[in-house]
């Protein structure tokens, strides 16, 4: 199993676990630039991926940002806004996502009552469940999920996940085919570490600001890109958890903070926005 450990020379990669889910699968790619000096560490929850990056626990953090099914991962959005200044997204990557039906030896789909998983997994699933009138549970994970199928032993009981899960878990069994509902269905990773990305020529911008909660001030900003000719590739919101009414906006652009004109939208967007959280630049899906 793979273990917290300290030694010089080794990169710690962090995902979140257990061995099986799918940000274990994209730390395994982001280890193979590393060759062999790379250890893989589990995390429970996002929260303690950032606190044990914060500790030195771990030198490189895998983060799933955004499904192309279901769109941003809530509570990772919610968790980049306490990102320390020296952590910086170095890469992202491009993860190809396949959500299976698991269950025990022998179970059918129409033994199933109880469907367990990540809420992002079973909302990509969400045809299949609904066709088939299963009850859906939240996990921490996918690999969770597995964890639990795998003890309770009943056929009225499955999990959703990725179909390599029955390599660590060998009580369940894949149960037909592919459930999610569209079958190119990817995730978004981003690696975060110390290192600054310099401009490469195919870079992507992601910034976190809030606005003053009046008529246009999200216009604003949006007019700005316009004005610069600056592709937004991305645009959501998060409730800021404060009150009412007031939200924390991510937005990711096409250029390099260092690029002339990303610099002048930069200086445009802090005189418009009420605080300008985070902005981070590195290449564009590379890995």
């Given amino acids: 199993m793979e273990k917290r450990i300290k030694k010089e020379g080794v990169?710690?990669?962090?995902y979140l676990g257990p061995e099986g889910t799918f940000s274990w699968k994209a730390a395994k790619m982001l280890a193979k630039k590393?060759?062999?000096?790379v250890a893989l560490v589990p995390f429970p929850t996002f929260g303690n991926g950032l606190e044990i990056l914060k500790g030195g626990e771990?030198?490189?953090?895998?983060f799933p940002v955004e499904n192309s099914i279901d769109g941003g991962i809530k509570a990772v959005l919610d968790t980049l806004q306490e990102f320390p200044s020296k952590f910086k997204i170095e890469n992202e990557m491009i993860v190809p996502i396949g959500q299976w039906l698991l269950g025990i030896k022998g179970a059918k789909i129409k033994d199933i009552k109880t469907i367990y998983s990540k809420q992002e997994?079973?909302?990509?699933?969400?045809?299949?469940?609904?066709?088939?009138?299963?009850?859906?549970?939240?996990?921490s994970s996918t690999g969770k999920a597995a964890q639990i199928i795998?003890?309770?032993?009943?056929k009225e009981q499955a999990a959703i996940g990725p179909k390599w899960l029955t390599e660590f878990y060998r009580e369940i069994r894949i149960i037909g085919k592919r459930v999610d509902d569209n079958q190119s269905n990817a995730t978004r990773f981003i690696i975060f570490g110390k290192n600054s990305s310099e401009p490469t020529r195919n870079d992507k911008t992601s910034i976190i600001?809030?606005?003053a909660n009046k008529s246009g001030s999200l216009v604003k900003v949006l007019d700005i890109f316009a004005a610069l000719d600056i592709n937004m590739t991305k645009i959501e919101s998060r409730?800021?958890?404060?009150?009412?009414?007031e939200y924390v906006f991510y937005i990711d652009i096409s250029g390099h903070k260092k690029n002339k004109d990303v610099k002048i939208a930069l200086r445009a967007i802090r005189m418009v926005t009420a605080k300008l959280l985070k902005v981070w630049s590195y290449p564009r899906h590379i890995i």
């Fill in 209 to 211: 600001f809030t606005i």
């Fill in 34 to 37: 590393y060759g062999k000096n």
């Fill in 11 to 14: 990169v710690k990669i962090g």
């Fill in 58 to 62: 771990i030198d490189k953090l895998v």
């Fill in 121 to 139: 997994a079973l909302e990509q699933c969400q045809r299949f469940i609904l066709e088939n009138k299963i009850e859906a549970k939240f996990t």
């Fill in 150 to 154: 795998s003890h309770v032993n009943s």
């Fill in 239 to 245: 409730p800021s958890k404060k009150k009412i009414g």
